[in-house]
Nanobody, 125 residues
Framework: QVQLVESGGGLVQAGGSLRLSCAAS????????MGWFRQAPGKERDVVAA????????RYADSVKGRFTISRDNAKNTVYLQMNSLKPEDTAVYYC??????????????????WGQGTQVTVSS
């Protein structure tokens, strides 16, 4: 089992940047594939980015390609999401997720077993 806690959310103006962190605890954190997802008010949860066990495989949703960067530091048990050129449509609660069974980096939320509590990101126009 693994426990996840997101942080770094807040209010930012359009065009600005924000860096989210996901601190993990549990057994063999480095063996887990990790993902970032988001959920806007009244909408379903959607993928943002995913990263494999060793960080060698990274995938992004089309809506964030070129603007967001996912990374991980296994020594710190932490996964990051650097968000640049933020847009109002990026406003959502952002969730960190983990799964030990994934050998790559899935963009399907159903493939992840563990979730954090979420952190709010609000982008003003």
């Amino acid at each position: 089992q693994v426990q996840l806690v997101e942080s770094g959310g807040g209010l930012v103006q359009a065009g600005g940047s924000l860096r989210l962190s996901c601190a993990a605890s549990g057994r063999t954190f480095s063996a887990y594939a990790m993902g970032w997802f988001r959920q806007a008010p009244g909408k379903e949860r959607d993928v943002v980015a995913a990263i494999s066990w060793r960080g060698g495989i990274i995938r992004y949703a089309d809506s964030v390609k070129g603007r967001f960067t996912i990374s991980r530091d296994n020594a710190k048990n932490t996964v990051y999401l650097q968000m640049n050129s933020l847009k109002p449509e990026d406003t959502a609660v952002y969730y960190c997720a983990a799964d030990r069974t994934l050998s790559s980096a899935s963009l399907d939320s159903g493939d992840y077993d563990y979730w954090g509590q979420g952190t709010q990101v609000t982008v003003s126009s």
